[in-house]
């Protein structure tokens, strides 16, 4: 049983039928159950989490959903995000925190998910949250497709890129970098206060959000803290049948 919790936790799951890398994304199949339900059944072993639904567009997800008995809700194919999309459930549901979690990520730890949610429930003040990860290899700092954070002395973000932040100006080679400074990878799994994800996702897109197309940029933009909480767990996201060849390996392991 999960433990008695004073704050209302929502967790939802935005699963978009069109993928250009990989139609159908969220119904593939791993092992004998789609990619959905797997990530619906980590989410809902998370301790501070106390609902979990998954938030479609495409009316073929909703009938998988329900039918390894899991909570769904249809939204528009108009919403151009998956925070969009679990704003527009977090509306319909009462809820003092919505987790946004992450459709492709079928092998995510549970405790990742209560890793984000427990600073917002230790401090009111906090309006959103996430998750990022020490980099523990080189080449992932130079690879725009792992998002760098930097910190600061409190964790919270001070700015997320696509390139190698901060820049050692000393440093030659990227072994050098790697070794000389601790750098992030940011994680994405985000936490917000109701209040907050609904105002949030009334704003245009931003200048930086624009440039490096990261909506997390969006938050910073308007001076709102985002609090980081450092997990050893990693996640490995499915955008490719080779990434989904991977993650039933990983599951026949």
């Known amino acids: 049983m999960k433990p008695e919790t004073k704050t209302n936790v929502l967790g939802v799951i935005p699963a978009r039928y069109a993928s250009v ?50 909570e769904v809700m249809l939204t528009s194919p108009e919403l151009r995000s998956g925070s969009d999309r679990v704003a527009a459930v977090a509306r319909e549901i009462d809820a003092d925190i919505i987790v946004n979690i992450q459709g492709d990520e079928p092998l995510i730890e549970p405790e990742m998910i209560d890793q984000g949610v427990r600073p917002l429930i230790q401090d009111s003040t906090i309006q959103v949250g996430t998750l990022v990860r020490t980099i523990e290899i080189a080449d992932e700092v130079l690879n725009p497709n792992i998002v760098k954070v930097v910190l600061d002395e409190n964790n919270f973000a ?64 308007h001076g709102v803290r985002i609090k980081a909480a450092v997990t050893e767990y990693d996640s490995i996201p499915v955008d490719t049948a080779e990434d989904a060849e991977r993650v039933r390996l990983i599951i026949n392991q």
Do not use: N
Not at 194 to 207: A, G, I, P, R, T
């Open 21 to 70: 890398r990989l139609p159908a994304k969220p119904l593939v199949d791993l092992c004998g159950k789609t990619m959905v339900q797997r990530v619906y059944e980590q989410a809902k072993k998370a301790s501070l989490v106390t609902r979990v639904i998954v938030a479609t567009d495409c009316e073929a997800i909703v009938q998988v959903v329900k039918a390894f008995g899991g």
């Open 158 to 221: 001070l700015y997320f890129s696509r390139s190698p932040i901060p820049y050692l100006r000393e440093s030659v080679t990227m072994e050098e970098w790697h070794k000389r400074h601790q750098y992030y990878k940011h994680i994405g799994l985000y936490v917000f206060r109701k209040d907050f994800l609904l105002e949030f996702s009334s704003w245009q897109e931003s200048q930086l959000e624009r440039a490096e197309k990261l909506e997390q940029l969006r938050i910073l933009e």
